[in-house]
């Protein structure tokens, strides 16, 4: 069974205080790993596809990088408006249908 | 530009009521699915559809049905609404995998079932 492990569960950063969230995951056969921030009350909005290891992608302060067991979210000098909950999500190959499993997501909080 | 659109925003239900919560993508998008996000639990999957006619199970199919007559609609049925349904439910389109992108949601449906 897939699985997707999201941590921390919550971080409370000072503005400016660079971190990073983890996801760890195992899925047979990996299609795609998913970065996407949740504001309180909004669906979520996609932030990253990563397909390979070794692969990174950067948005503003954020960049998103996969190994083969885990990826990272590299948050760079945070603002108070990147406060928000952060999911991931893995894409697999599952009975004819490429399945996507979600983590529970790590809520971030930044202090001004 | 629209993306997914959802409705109702919020309902109340009794229990053994059936509704119907709507979802609408205006981006022609093959791929469409139903979640509900219940604390500590993550998204869940509850039924998908890889094109008009083509719909089948989730991870959580029991107590909802589905129907995928255009390419644009996906609407989510409740039959007999039961307090375990209470839940915040997204709606989610995408292209296929490899096409690039994640899923689009939705801004949710806010249900509680009493």
């Known amino acids: 069974e897939d699985q997707v492990t999201q941590s921390p569960e919550a971080l409370r950063l000072q503005e400016g205080e660079s971190s990073s969230l983890n996801c760890s995951y195992t899925v047979s056969g990996l299609r795609g790993l998913f970065w996407y921030r949740q504001d309180p009350g909004k669906g979520p909005e996609f932030l990253f596809t990563l397909y390979s290891a070794g692969e990174e992608k950067e948005k503003e302060r954020l960049k998103a990088t996969l190994t083969k067991k885990e990826s990272f979210l590299h948050i760079t000098a945070p603002k108070p408006e990147d406060s928000a909950t952060y999911l991931c999500a893995v894409q697999a190959y599952s009975g004819g249908y490429q399945k996507v499993t979600f983590g529970t997501g790590t809520k971030l909080q930044v202090i001004p | 530009n629209a993306g997914v659109t959802q409705t109702p925003k919020f309902q109340v239900l009794k229990t053994g009521q059936s509704m119907t919560l709507q979802c609408a993508q205006d981006m022609n998008h093959e791929y469409m699915s139903w979640y509900r996000q219940d604390p500590g639990m993550g998204l869940r999957l509850i039924h998908y559809?890889?094109?008009?006619?083509?719909?089948d199970q989730g991870e959580v199919p029991n107590g909802y049905n589905v129907s995928r007559s255009t390419t644009e609609d996906f609407p989510l049925r409740l039959l007999s609404a039961a307090p375990s349904q209470t839940s915040v439910y997204f709606c989610a389109s995408s292209y296929p995998p490899g096409q690039g992108g994640g899923y689009t949601f939705g801004s949710g449906t806010r249900l509680t079932v009493v």
């Open positions: 559809s890889v094109g008009a006619g083509i719909t």
